[in-house]
């Protein structure tokens, strides 16, 4: 196949730590002295297109590009407008959401060429899929800015086969048309028998050599191989379905049918409570039509296909945040799971291989019920001895996070596998809180190995027999291999706050030297709110009526539920009045504040958030600063009017 020789036009954007020298090149004065200069790193995928903009698909996109940027260095069509072709920044570029629309407002704005330290593994597929190159070799900048022309080979370096075909064929889409004619095949997998983790079992029992003459697994896989794998779950929420069901009719034909679509769901769940907190600039925008015609588009997808549609009738709000559902309901031990978001990596709790991916790879995974992958290494955490009283799983992810090697880009695109005995004093809801935010390193995905708690939990929500669901057991080989093993003893894990920006800046919460006041405390999301979560607010705020105080005047504490299922429960208990008393403003099932879209987000960049969800990049929540910690510590901190830790039994006083 050739591979032609590609020349850029010496227009660079560089992404700076400093907007004046973001806004100078928007003016028009390049940054020919680039040397020396702060990039920015962990430019995520809600500032390159925040939430607003992705009510769009299309080449619309481009004109939005970076307009999130901390600061807003870059406004409306300036990047498409000055005619970037190519734009560098520093690490772990495009972190967060899965958001395909980020790569894709960054190619409609004109941009051929992204350059970065490093990259996120879901966004550096999506550049794949779409055809935009990316490399990490600065040496291209001089070249370009001398008129050189550059192989695309040279952007093929370290690609497997499967990814540059894709990359030589321009995207995904003209690669699987040919993959499926046969015009295309993938390697065959030639690994010979090796001890194996649990991923790596998954995937190879999973693997598929020739759509053509498709059969069940390969006999084993090592990281780097790479491969296509048959999907058991395929999910997608009324962000990305209609993005993703256009592709899907552009490339396959308007009466393409889908492969097993028993297996295919869709949510409303993101945008439900949106209108309650959208800007009237937004609305003069017509961007509440819009998202009404994503939900209309993917009801009709769902109607046309006869999917599965967890749904949002009238005022009860979603019958399910999606990774919610997907644990509650649908996955089971040992499959292959992929989702339009991020954090499909909750499904892992379950001792699912569960990872997100963009619009692209989802429209070809509907079509041919496939997903390729190039194996991950994989890290290994053993959970040692038992956590402090008042400390959760939250506050374990976040201490795992703030290590040098999750903040030095060590855990990006790896499994993190947790387990060892301390796992056995976590619920199916607490396990779910450590896959969801492996994520948030960065990582492929999180896993823990189905057991006992597993199986209980399986059979309790689905009258499941237990005896039926011991043949699920999967573990890792003891002999596996792993990058890195680190054994961490919980009773030495302390309450956790992570401070604005990344979820990677855990600190405990007991060595904050300031006194940091608190303006909205939240309590919802995937990640936030659960059956578990919900025992915890219940805890602390029991405590503070006890003591004649609640919510004071001034702070706002708002709990969610992930679902319907944990809204009952709450109610079950005896919850709804607890929090009712505290004055906490409840809100009912679905997304929200976590994506800025629903009660909970801040209003303007002096307030403060104390939040149980699980990121908090720039403007991820509203324009404000947002503390991620535990529901133990939302709870505490929103009674103490600030960040506090909580002590069972002894809140702090204001």
């Known amino acids: 196949?050739?591979?032609?020789?590609?020349?850029?036009?010496?227009?660079?954007?560089?992404?700076?730590?400093?907007?004046?020298?973001?806004?100078?090149?928007?003016?028009?004065?390049?940054?020919?002295?680039?040397?020396?200069v702060r990039l920015r790193d962990q430019i995520s995928t809600d500032e390159i297109t925040p939430g607003w903009v992705c009510f769009n698909y299309g080449d619309i996109l481009g004109e939005y590009v970076f307009i999130a940027l901390k600061h807003g260095p870059v406004g409306q069509n300036d990047v498409k407008d000055w005619r970037f072709q190519v734009v560098v920044s520093g690490k772990s570029k495009g972190c967060g959401s899965s958001r395909e629309n980020a790569p894709l407002a960054e190619k409609y704005a004109g941009i051929r060429l992204v350059l970065a330290e490093s990259f996120e593994k879901i966004y550096l597929q999506n550049c794949q899929n779409i055809g935009l190159l990316t490399s990490t070799d600065f040496g291209l900048i001089e070249r370009i800015q001398k008129g050189e022309?550059?192989?695309?080979?040279?952007?093929?370096?370290?690609?497997?086969?499967?990814?540059?075909?894709?990359?030589?064929?321009?995207?995904?889409?003209?690669?699987?048309?040919?993959?499926?004619?046969?015009?295309?095949?993938?390697?065959?997998?030639?690994?010979?028998?090796?001890?194996?983790?649990?991923?790596?079992k998954i995937i190879a029992a999973h693997g598929v050599d020739d759509p053509r003459r498709p059969r069940n697994g390969v006999p084993a896989v090592k990281p780097g191989d790479s491969l296509f794998v048959r999907t058991d779950i395929r999910f997608s929420h009324e962000y990305v379905t209609a993005m993703a069901d256009a592709q899907y009719r552009q490339a396959f034909g308007p009466d393409a049918s889908l492969r097993d679509p028993e297996r295919v769901f869709v949510f409303e769940d993101h945008l439900i409570h949106l209108e309650k907190v959208m800007p009237e600039k937004q609305r003069q925008m017509g961007l509440l039509e819009k998202v009404r015609t994503l939900v209309r588009e993917q009801r009709a997808f769902s109607e046309k296909h006869g999917i599965k549609l967890y749904s949002a009738e009238g005022s009860r709000g979603a019958e399910a945040i999606c990774h919610n559902a997907t644990v509650e309901d649908i996955v089971m031990p040992g499959q292959v799971v992929i989702g339009t978001d991020s954090h499909t990596c909750t499904a892992g709790c379950l001792g699912a291989f569960a990872f997100g991916v963009g619009a692209t790879d989802m429209a070809a995974a509907w079509y041919c019920g496939e997903v390729r992958v190039r194996v991950p290494s994989s890290v290994r955490y053993v959970l040692r001895g038992t956590k402090p009283e008042g400390v959760s799983a939250k506050d374990v992810i976040l201490h795992i996070l703030s290590s040098e090697y999750a903040k030095n880009g060590q855990t990006v695109g790896k499994v993190l596998e947790f387990t060892g005995e301390g796992l056995r004093e976590l619920s199916m809801d607490e396990r779910a809180t450590l896959t969801n935010m492996s994520v948030e390193g960065g990582a492929f995905t999180g896993i823990i190995a189905a057991d006992e708690v597993t199986f209980e939990y399986l059979s309790r929500l689905r009258g499941i027999p237990q005896s039926e669901l011991l043949s699920l057991r999967l573990e890792s080989d003891p002999d596996a291999e792993y990058d890195a093993v680190f054994e961490i003893d919980l009773s030495t894990v302390s309450s956790m706050v992570a401070a604005p920006s990344d979820p990677r800046n855990g600190v405990p919460v007991a060595s904050l030297k300031d006194e940091i006041p608190v303006d909205i405390a939240y309590g919802g999301s995937c990640t936030g709110g659960k059956e578990s979560d919900m025992d915890m607010y219940a805890r602390v705020l029991r405590e503070a009526l006890l003591e004649k105080r609640k919510v004071p005047d001034g702070v706002k504490f708002y709990i969610q539920f992930g679902s319907q299922r944990v809204k009952e429960y709450a109610e079950r208990m005896g919850y709804m009045d607890i929090f009712e008393k505290a004055g906490v403003i409840l809100i009912n099932p679905g997304c929200g504040a976590c994506i800025n879209a629903g009660p909970g987000v801040s209003s303007n960049p002096d307030q403060i958030t104390i939040s149980a969800i699980n990121r908090n990049f720039p403007g991820r929540s509203g324009p404000g600063k947002v503390y991620l910690a535990s529901p133990l510590t939302v709870a505490a901190s929103a009674v103490a009017g600030k960040i506090v830790q909580y002590t069972a039994g002894t809140l702090v006083r204001p």
Do not use: C, H
């Not at 020789?5 to 940054?31: H, V, Y």
């Open 149 to 200: 022309k550059i192989s695309l080979s040279e952007f093929l370096t370290g690609a497997d086969s499967i990814t540059a075909d894709i990359i030589r064929m321009g995207g995904l889409m003209e690669y699987s048309k040919a993959r499926l004619e046969g015009k295309v095949l993938p390697p065959t997998i030639r690994t010979a028998g090796r001890p194996m983790t649990l991923v790596e």
């Open 1 to 36: 196949m050739n591979t032609p020789d590609l020349l850029f036009e010496n227009r660079i954007l560089f992404l700076t730590e400093d907007p004046e020298l973001i806004r100078s090149q928007i003016k028009g004065t390049a940054l020919s002295a680039w040397q020396g």
